[in-house]
T-cell receptor, first 113, second 115 residues
Framework: DAKTTQPPSMDCAEGRAANLPCNHS???????VYWYRQIHSQGPQYIIH???NNETNEMASLIITEDRKSSTLILPHATLRDTAVYYC??????????????FGKGTKLSVKP | GAVVSQHPSRVICKSGTSVKIECRSL??????MFWYRQFPKQSLMLMAT?????????EQGVEKDKFLINHASLTLSTLTVTSAHPEDSSFYIC???????????FGSGTRLTVV
């Protein structure tokens, strides 16, 4: 699986957009970009994933560059509850229910009032 | 959406005893579940892949005789930490996946403290 690089920490003001970058310059053509977050002492929570098109759901938007070597997760209006460690993971689509996720160190996002 | 239930959420046990952690897929069948371990201020590390009806696959460095995994049904996988020691104190998390077009769903984790 391709390696990802994320800043170790970021701060964001409450109500503002949080933009979390991820570099994955060695990504392969069939690899997806997944984003998860982990609030303290909880299991990780799925946020969004994409292949090459930008994606949006009720939680966030995912912007993938045209060359797919980097992406940005956008939380449009960050709240205090969004304080968590955010993980960017790149991997090929598993077959059926197979496969696993390999977690890096992620970005610790602190949303401040 | 897919829900994975993990119990207990917290457990304290004495050194030398065994502890069982359960992971259930509540509204879907999971032929494969994954067990992770997370030490304080570190990321999740995959321990093993649990396969229904067959032996689990362990990651390098994880003792299969110490961390017993049983996946007897399509909705339940268990992790038993045998002869627990203080260094086994950690946050254990299970995960499963509904299918090819869905994200991974994680349990809420189990905080194990061995005293």
């Amino acid at each position: 699986d391709a390696k990802t690089t994320q800043p170790p920490s970021m701060d964001c003001a409450e109500g503002r957009a949080a933009n979390l970058p991820c570099n994955h310059s060695t990504i392969s053509g069939n690899e997806y970009v997944y984003w998860y977050r982990q609030i303290h002492s909880q299991g990780p929570q799925y946020i969004i994933h994409g292949l090459k098109n930008n994606e949006t759901n009720e939680m966030a938007s995912l912007i993938i560059t045209e060359d797919r070597k980097s992406s940005t997760l956008i939380l449009p209006h960050a709240t205090l509850r969004d304080t968590a460690v955010y993980y960017c993971i790149v991997r090929p689509p598993p077959r059926g229910s197979q496969g696993n996720l390999i977690f890096g160190k992620g970005t610790k996002l602190s949303v401040k009032p | 959406g897919a829900v994975v239930s993990q119990h207990p959420s917290r457990v304290i046990c004495k050194s030398g005893t065994s502890v069982k952690i359960e992971c259930r897929s509540l509204d879907f069948q999971a032929t494969t579940m994954f067990w992770y371990r997370q030490f304080p201020k570190q990321s999740l590390m995959l321990m093993a892949t649990s396969n229904e009806g067959s032996k689990a696959t362990y990651e390098q460095g994880v003792e299969k005789d110490k961390f017993l995994i049983n996946h007897a049904s399509l909705t339940l996988s268990t992790l038993t930490v045998t002869s627990a020691h203080p260094e086994d104190s950690s946050f254990y998390i299970c995960s499963a996946r509904l299918g090819a077009h869905y994200g991974y769903t994680f349990g809420s984790g189990t905080r194990l403290t061995v005293v």
